[in-house]
């Protein structure tokens, strides 16, 4: 319990440091974020819209650095992260609210299934070494080591432009109301199919060389030998006392993985314009919408913490040894 | 009485030409309830005798020729079972109901992430499918009782245990089924010599209460001097003197095991000098022809580097492969050469 509370309060320092290098970098960067609105707006923003800009940038003149500070957490606690330039007047907050969603089930489901798959795979191919599912390695590798734009491009060319079993972009058929209905979701996992195909494709291999790697070093460990001595079911041997433990190395991969879900989602959903909160974060640089932008970046930050303090949890439940003993 | 019997055994390591021969035709038998010492250096294949006999062969292990007979209680009535030809389903209910394996590396053959209660349970799980839980985490209890250890360490994880107990853990699982055979594959190398030897003098206790054999595989001849009844010496995968312990202390027969002797320190008895073996044990792809211990052999003559001497009786109770204590093939031409 003690261990969690010292990680709870590393994880905290850690927040507070990236929170404050997120306050601190748009605020380096040279011009002004207001001025390139100005330019956007082509000066169709009245003067009170400009001075509240300001304000809402900390950006009026009389306020201090660490006013500014304090105010961006005030702002913060109370969700508010400012106005989107590209989707004024939106709100950075229900502009990230609208896309992650998508971005969440889209690249959740998909790491969840590559991992799942690609360890599984590790699994028989590590325990039956030399069978036809080492075959499979460098057909995996070959397709992980393709860059995913050509293989997203590809994948658009033949299924979606020839064969047009699949559409090229976005995340729902035009004209559908999004909802909890039926054909909003069909149409949403018809879109999501070629998207989620190419990512499991392209990822898998790692997952499916890690495991099996770990699976080959933990079948000659005298507790594996042991087992088969004990006259235990192959499967059991095989399960509880192989994989699980080959498992371990693959399981903290996996929980630092689900932290780059939201960070690591860029080029996926340019490629194929999907509405996640990759596409947002390529548009907003486009537009230098610098509100939207730290939006986003706070946004990644905190998932990979989180998925950071998940990794030593679900250690911790998996390793006995990482336990302290009380 | 004869429990196990292994005939003319056989194991290569890799096929063809570069294939290793790890033990070359060995020839053993072990009494109902006695403890069989096989003694030799490091990579005399002593430990790849005991694999192979409990089909626990890693890749690229294969048995070429032998067989292993198991004359068990529970299968008297029909004859022995040669292990070899067990399917894999008679197999795994043949290990450790009948033959456990303490390993060599003991320290590390508990799962680090299963508590000793769920290690013990796997094999009851296994063998015995209609005992309730509760009876389990009872005769888990039992176990650890019969080896010293405190039941409240059932719910203890591998790594929260020294050494010594881990090993006797071993020991407990050992013994679970009530097997004929335990095989003690060095069982105490990582342990220091008062817990090696507390766990020796234990185990023995044991067995004189549970009444199995034991297979104990050493390279500390001392120690198997002081607890086997009989003692094969291996060498270069063959087994080249046979004998009660006793007697091989007393004289041993063949000049390697008498070289193995005077590598240790006697516990007991008078001092004598340490003189250890010259040379290395050889590389088993190119084994020296003849005696495969001729080149290290203070006393080779003539015909070893020549011929292969079988294994001989030399009286009622010991057996030895040299051309000491065998007629000279030039004599009785071919005689023993394989």
Known sequence: MTFLL?????????AWAAITINFVLPRMLPGDPVQTMITRFQGRLSADAIASLHVLFGLDAGESLPTQYWKYWENLFRG?????????????????????????????????????????????????????????????????????????LIAIAVFAVNLRAFPAAGGYAPGVVPGFTAEFVGSALYHAVLPGVTI?????????????????????????VAAHAKGLPE?????????????????????????????????????????????????????????????????????????????DVVYLLLDPRTRKVS | MTVLEIRDLS????????????????DLTLERGEVLGLAGESGSGKSTLAHAMTRLLPPPGVITSGEVLYHGRRSSSDGPVDVLGLTPKELRAFRWSEVSVVFQGAMNSLNPVSTVEQQLGDVFRAHRRDMTAARRTERSRELLDLVGISADRLSAYPHQLSGGTRQRVMIAMALALEPEIVVMDEPTTALDVVVQRQIL??????????????????????????????????????????APAREIYRAAAHPYSRGLLNSFPALHGE???????????????????????????????????????????????????????????RRRSGVGAT
């Open chain 2, 271 to 329: 001092r004598r000098p340490l003189t250890g073996i010259p040379g290395s044990p050889p590389d088993l792809r190119h084994v020296p022809s003849g005696c495969p211990f001729h080149p290290r052999c203070p006393s080779a003559f003539d015909p070893c580097d020549q011929d292969t001497p079988a294994l001989v009786p030399l009286g009622e109770h010991r057996s030895a492969a040299c051309w000491l204590h065998t007629t000279s093939p």
């Open chain 1, 80 to 152: 508010d992260l400012g106005l989107s330039f590209t989707f004024f007047p939106t709100t950075v907050t229900d502009v990230v609210a609208q896309s992650l969603p998508w971005t969440l089930s889209l690249m959740g489901v998909t790491t969840v299934i590559s991992f799942v798959l690609g360890t599984l795979i590790g699994v028989y191919a590590g325990w039956r070494r030399g069978s036809w599912l080492d075959g499979l390695l460098p057909v995996t590798t070959f397709f992980s080591a393709i860059p995913y734009f050509w293989l997203g």
């Open chain 1, 200 to 224: 499991v494709v392209s990822s898998v291999a790692g997952w499916v060389l890690g495991m099996r790697n770990m699976m080959v070093t933990v079948s000659s460990e005298d507790y594996v």
């Open chain 1, 6 to 14: 010292r990680r709870a309060a590393f994880y905290l320092v850690t």
């Open chain 2, 201 to 242: 003098e234990k185990m023995m206790r044991l067995r004189e209460q549970l009444g199995f054999a034991v297979v104990f595989i050493t390279h500390d001849i001392s120690l198997l001097v002081e607890f086997s009844d009989r003692i094969a010496i291996v060498y270069a995968g063959r087994v080249v003197e046979q």
């Open chain 1, 235 to 311: 499967r059991r041997v095989m399960l509880r006392y192989a994989a699980r433990n080959a498992v371990l190395p693959s399981v903290s991969g996996f929980a630092l993985s689900l932290g780059f879900i939201v960070g690591g989602t860029l080029l996926v959903e340019m490629v194929f314009s999907y509405p996640g909160i990759g596409f947002v974060l390529f548009q907003a640089v486009n537009a230098k919408d610098y509100p939207l932008m730290q939006g986003i970046f706070l946004i990644i930050t905190l998932a990979v913490l989180v998925a950071n303090l998940l990794a």
């Open chain 2, 11 to 26: 194991v290569d390591y890799g096929q063809g030409d570069d294939a290793v021969h790890a033990v070359s035709s060995v």
